[in-house]
């Protein structure tokens, strides 16, 4: 069976995002990027919320972004790659290939992809990610974790639920960043 991996970037303090809605919390160096892409590498399928597919779609749609560099090419052509499951009650169209749109988040469902796939998935958007997280349906958990305190915002991981991790790897980058990967132990 395939993992759903939740893999994200976060502030030091835990937030996605600040109160702003704000997320660029540093340049990311050649060496970060790289990791990122190969993660995404070994995806098959990224099950987005609304505003996280929307701000990726852009890999897809804006050719210019990708001719920017070799890195961001192959980031390109592995993000286009894969399929996307976004879930939104409220986008009406989707504006890249291999992309449908769920009203509903059905953990059913998602144990069914999951049992099917062939790859891994990922889960993105802190909501949705919460909601596969209240399901038991995360197998891994990438932070990556930045040397940044935003004070409040959006939080990375899901409240009022605990979950018990395993550390399964850890990785430092010369821009600061903390990668720290595990795997969530069931009950």
Known sequence: MAKLIYA???????????????????????????????LLRSVGTFLYGRRLYEAMAVWETEPALAAKSDLMADFASVWQAASKVVYSTTLAAVSTADTRIERRFEPAAVRELKAAASSDL??????????AFQAGLVDECQLFIWPVVVGAGKPGLPTGMG?????????????????LRYRTRGE
């Open 163 to 179: 979950a018990d991790l395993e550390l399964l790897d850890e990785r430092r980058f010369r821009n600061g960043v903390v990668q």
């Open 122 to 131: 990922t889960v993105g958007g802190a909501n949705l990610a919460a909601r």
């Open 8 to 38: 994200t970037n976060v502030s030091l303090d835990g937030y996605i995002e600040d109160e702003r809605g704000d997320f660029n919390f540093g340049p990311a160096d050649d060496e970060l990027f790289a990791v990122h892409t190969d």
